[in-house]
């Protein structure tokens, strides 16, 4: 295996076993590991990657480190970097599943997880955080997300439902000002 691969591997198990809560958790974890320390995709590849992986079937960070597993190294990158992520959780959860049964009861492991779940709710805001510093924002913008989110909370749209059309108006409205400003221009 080449040190490439090797690399996308085991960075991607350390982001899989160091980081709890999920694919949304995980972002500022794998923002810091590929931009800031392996320098393998940009801040703006960040924000791709997020969307992409929040469009596509599947878990987002399992989907997040195969489409930078891919851009780093090609298919053999993204199998090395999604098994890479995807292992270290396989493990915990069959170890977890034999032991939780028997220790579940206890205070102690319930005090534990209520303050697993406060910290991973800190890891989800500050990925919402760097999100949001980094998107454009135009009316357009901040229009559609809040548009998009009193869908979500109070009306209880399907997800899936809700990117398809905020990717639709995304190119309705691109489309628009690229035609006004080429009508413009002329």
């Given at each position: 295996?080449?040190?490439?691969k ?5 960075t ?12 949304y958790a995980?972002?500022p974890?794998?923002?810091k590991?590929v931009v ?5 995709v940009?801040?703006k590849?960040?924000?791709d ?7 596509t ?6 989907n997040?480190?195969t ?6 190294a ?9 098994i890479g ?11 977890i ?5 028997t ?8 005090y ?5 779940r ?6 989800i805001l500050?990925a919402l955080f760097?999100?949001l510093?980094?998107?454009?924002k ?9 548009l ?12 899936i ?5 905020c ?6 409205v ?6 006004r400003?080429k009508?413009?221009?002329?």
């Open positions: 295996m080449d040190s490439k090797k690399d996308l591997f085991i991607f198990a350390k982001i899989g076993l160091f980081t709890f809560g999920g694919g995980m972002i974890l794998i923002q590991e800031d320390n392996k320098k393998w940009s801040d590849d960040i924000l990657v997020v969307a992409i992986a929040e469009s079937p599947g878990p987002i960070a399992v997040a480190a489409f930078i597993g891919k851009k780093v090609g298919p053999a990158g993204a199998l090395m970097a999604t992520v995807v292992l270290p959780s396989f493990v915990i959860i069959v170890a599943s034999f032991v939780l049964e220790f579940q009861h206890l205070r102690i492991v319930q534990a997880f209520r303050g697993i406060a910290g991973v709710l800190a890891l500050k760097t999100l510093k980094q998107c454009k135009d009316v357009f913008s901040i229009a559609l997300m809040s998009t989110f009193a869908a979500s909370v109070f009306l209880d749209i399907n997800a439902i809700l990117i398809i059309c990717g639709v108006m995304g190119i309705i691109t489309s628009y000002r690229r035609g400003e009508n413009d221009i002329s």
